[in-house]
């Protein structure tokens, strides 16, 4: 199947410090890039979407301004988390969607990348 | 009421048992379904698609019912390995393609 990377895949800051955690299509091109967060035990929540070249959409309660999104190509897109604080330290993780083809099929879902820890001191 | 709701769990089943999964959706719009499977701290892994003709594969087999909204997975002869956490997921509908994901039901098998 297709593969989306992440990285960094752990993280831990000083409060007040900015995280970028970066998500790339390695083997498709992503037309839509989504952007979950996870706190322990709970579900997955969408942050926001993005399409490239164009301006992400926020999730209601998702502040624009301190979760930076950046979609640059059909193949990497950037989220940075402005003036951490512990609050923010989460698990998030990026999902890319797109055509993969691979071998005599092809299939338009979705792939999730490996996930990136953060940890806010 | 939540957009995609799911069995709260936790089961604990033998190894060998059969294990049921069911999970509601709001949205009649909605246009695509799956099961993913999440392990501990690690990102959600799709295990299948849910038709609404059903679809089986080797032990799981998924089914969809839209008039009733609801989604199953039905989980055969259950290995210490299906052990995690699984979610419903369901995509599409009015504005545009968006997923949304159950809680997850978590699921230990025990030796």
């Known amino acids: 199947g297709a593969v989306v990377s992440q990285h960094p895949s752990r993280v831990i800051c000083k409060s007040g410090t900015s995280v970028k955690i970066e998500c790339r299509s390695l083997?498709?091109?992503?037309?839509?890039m989504f952007w979950y967060r996870q706190f322990p035990k709970q579900s997955l929540m969408l942050m926001a979407t993005?399409?490239?070249?164009?301006?992400?959409?926020?999730e209601q309660g998702v502040e624009k301004d301190k979760f930076l999104i950046n979609h640059a190509s059909l193949t990497l897109s950037t989220l940075t988390v402005t003036s951490a604080h512990p609050e923010d330290s989460s698990f998030y993780i990026c999902?890319?969607?797109?055509?993969?083809?691979?071998?005599?099929?092809?299939?338009?879902?979705?792939?999730f990348g490996p996930g990136t820890r953060l940890t806010v001191l | 009421r939540k957009e995609v709701e799911q069995d709260p769990g936790p089961f604990n089943v033998p190894e060998g048992a059969t294990v049921a999964f069911n999970c509601t959706y709001s949205?009649?719009?909605?246009?695509?379904f799956f099961w993913y499977r999440q392990d501990c701290r690690k990102e959600p892994k799709l295990l299948m698609s849910?038709?609404?003709s059903g679809n089986e594969d080797g032990r799981f087999t998924a089914q969809l019912n839209r008039a009733s909204q609801y989604i199953s997975l039905l989980i055969r002869d259950s290995k210490l390995s299906d052990s995690a956490t699984y979610l419903c997921?369901?995509?599409?509908?009015?504005?545009?393609?968006?997923?949304?994901f159950g809680a997850g039901t978590r699921l230990f098998v025990k030796a």
């Open positions: 997921v369901v995509t599409g509908g009015t504005g545009g393609f968006k997923t949304i």
């Open positions: 849910v038709y609404s």
């Open positions: 949205n009649s719009a909605s246009q695509s």
């Open positions: 083997d498709f091109q992503a037309t839509t």
């Open positions: 993005s399409n490239e070249g164009s301006k992400a959409t926020y």
């Open positions: 999902s890319a969607r797109g055509i993969w083809r691979g071998g005599s099929s092809s299939t338009d879902t979705q792939y």
